[in-house]
């Protein structure tokens, strides 16, 4: 797989004619955005300033002016970007992969199946609203890999009938085959309750949570400081998650700067990295010239087609059952 730098080259070099068109388009998208929200907020101060003589009705009339011109707002920035962004992928994202291996294929609207992504058994809640981009598949070494940008969110209403969305999952979720079928189910998930409350309150809840199978304790201490494995076969956990498949792990929270949630089921392993935004959307508000930009594309890339390499499943260190 190429370089960081050797990737770098290839997107202010051979990708550099498109990239000065769009940095163009991005600036007149700009332009234009800023223009619309200075006329809500102007529109939605005269509506304030005005609802300031019934003072019963103010509170009230503060709250819908302000929905409303969020919505407006949102309406207007996503209609505003679509041909933008849309234009960004294909011209920028989709050689990118391509020039990092050549037997991956791309689509800007696809996304990991609801299904594969309720198989990896990591969130147990209901799914109300799922949706995803950025969709790329193929083999590494022989090895099936495919991932894409998530958000999967469930709804609540409050008790005045309102309805409210709450993020389950919102990153990069990865799928890749791995040479061993399991007979159980391992999950390794973020260590947020003794982040939260300690060791001792911290192992105590997590010994609780049995939704996921029964609390493995690990030997790894840099491992332990991250992550909580639960599985349906302590043998089998053991097995999979050798030192150096932890040390590995760990590597891979470090390089994403993010929590990690990794199941083992069937014969695929599952990997979701929870950055709680769209990773491949362009930012109407940062030149796609800035490195910072470019190395933040390259580096999530290189990350998720490297988990073959970084985990060694290339290597046929297990034996199918």
Do not use: C
């Amino acid at each position: 797989m190429k370089s960081t730098s050797e990737l770098t080259d290839f997107y202010y070099k051979t990708l550099y004619p498109d990239l000065k068109r769009l940095e163009e388009e991005r600036k007149r998208v700009k332009s234009k955005l800023t223009t619309a929200f200075v006329m809500i907020a102007l529109f939605s101060v005269i509506i304030m300033a005005a609802l300031a003589n019934w003072a019963d009705t103010f509170h009230e009339g503060l709250l819908f002016v302000g929905f409303v011109a969020v919505a407006i707002g949102t309406f207007i920035y996503k209609n505003t970007v679509r041909d933008y962004q849309t234009d960004f992928k294909h011209k920028i994202i989709g050689p990118l992969i391509a020039a990092i291996d050549a037997h991956l294929s791309y689509r800007a609207d696809g996304m990991v199946t609801q299904m594969r992504f309720e198989r990896a058994g990591l969130f147990r809640r209901s799914i109300d609203r799922y949706s995803g981009n950025d969709h790329v598949i193929g083999q590494i070494d022989g090895v099936a890999l495919e991932f894409s940008d998530l958000h999967a969110e469930y709804q609540t209403r409050d008790s005045k009938g309102n309805t409210h969305w709450h993020t389950i999952f919102q990153g990069l979720f990865i799928v890749a085959e791995f040479n061993k079928h399991f007979h159980g189910t391992t999950y390794v998930l973020p260590d947020s309750a003794e982040k939260s409350f300690g060791t001792l309150i911290g192992q105590w809840l997590q010994s609780t949570t049995g939704s996921h199978g029964e609390l493995i304790k690990m030997d790894d201490p840099e491992f332990e400081k991250h992550f909580v494995v639960y599985a349906s076969d302590q043998i089998e956990a053991r097995y999979i998650l050798s030192p150096s498949m932890m040390q590995r792990l760990s590597t891979i929270r470090a390089r994403s700067k993010a929590e990690l949630y990794i199941s083992f089921v069937s014969e695929q392993i599952y990997l979701g990295i929870s950055t709680n935004r769209d990773l491949f959307e362009p930012s109407v508000f940062k030149s796609l010239l800035r490195l910072e930009q470019a190395t933040e594309y390259i580096s999530y890339l290189r990350l998720a087609i490297g988990i073959v390499e970084e985990l060694k499943l290339n290597q046929k260190l297990w034996s199918k059952q």
